[in-house]
């Protein structure tokens, strides 16, 4: 079963659920499972997808939520196909102020409280990383794909995906990759035999929960501060 962290069935209760079940229409379904590994262990969190033109060609738009609870972005991470909408509702009771500076979408929320109105588009592949203006520690990830044949490894590290058999770019993506949090690893697979892939990713060192030190938070506030003052 394709995990969809975090997703709001919006569109009807089993709209998000059929996506890719619907994108192999006519197709001969086949199905591939990811392991993932990290600093010697089974890594959980990891978006696992597979790329081609025929499965860019079967994306359909989706809907989605992040909501801010006890001043933390839920889920932390979220995948998305492109052209879908996202909404950030603020379940605290009190008001945060997401934005994202990141090359995939950059956007600002002005401060706000309860229910926001208009959804975030999300319509260019990539990692979009999150934060808050006025909690520095929060950080988060919407991870926008080109294909609807994703999933998130779960507690053991695993994810099952159903696509239409044939050749792909499996492509691995997680926060703690050493390359940085916007590069995936990618590899070449057969997808047809239920055959079960395994990768191992060279990761950041352990980070404690986020502080307001935290290298990568701080560059995102300095880039909102400088934003604001015109630079």
């Known amino acids: 079963m394709i995990a969809w962290n975090g997703l709001r069935l919006l569109a009807g209760q089993w709209g998000l659920?059929?996506?890719?079940i619907c994108a192999m229409d006519g197709a001969v379904a086949a199905t591939l499972t990811v392991s993932v590994d990290g600093d010697g262990?089974?890594?959980?969190?990891?978006?696992?997808?597979?790329?081609?033109?025929?499965?860019?060609?079967a994306v359909r738009p989706m809907a989605g939520e992040i909501d801010q609870r006890q001043a933390e972005f839920v889920p932390h991470v979220l995948p998305v196909t492109t052209g879908?909408?996202?909404l950030f509702p603020n379940s605290d009771n009190f008001r945060?102020?997401?934005y994202s500076f990141s090359p995939a979408q950059r956007f600002e929320l002005p401060l706000y409280s309860g229910r926001q109105a208009q959804p975030v588009v999300f319509e260019t592949p990539g990692v979009v990383e999150l934060g808050c203006n006025i909690h520095d520690w929060m950080l988060g990830y919407v991870v926008v794909l080109d294909t609807p044949y994703f999933a998130t490894t779960d507690a053991a590290g695993a994810a099952r995906l159903k696509a239409?058999?044939?050749e792909y770019t499996l492509q691995v993506w997680h926060e703690r990759l050493d390359a940085g949090p916007g590069a995936p690893v990618t590899r070449r697979v057969q997808v047809g035999a239920g055959q079960v892939e395994?990768?191992?990713?060279?990761?950041e060192a352990a980070r404690t929960a986020p502080q307001p030190a935290d290298a990568r938070l701080r560059q995102l506030q300095e880039r909102f501060r400088s934003l604001k003052r015109g630079g």
Request: net charge positive; aromatic share 0%.
């Open 17 to 20: 659920c059929a996506l890719a």
């Open 41 to 57: 262990a089974r890594l959980a969190g990891a978006v696992v997808s597979l790329h081609s033109p025929s499965a860019r060609a």
């Open 84 to 86: 879908s909408r996202v």
């Open 96 to 98: 945060h102020q997401v």
């Open 164 to 166: 239409p058999a044939g």
């Open 198 to 203: 395994r990768v191992t990713l060279d990761l």
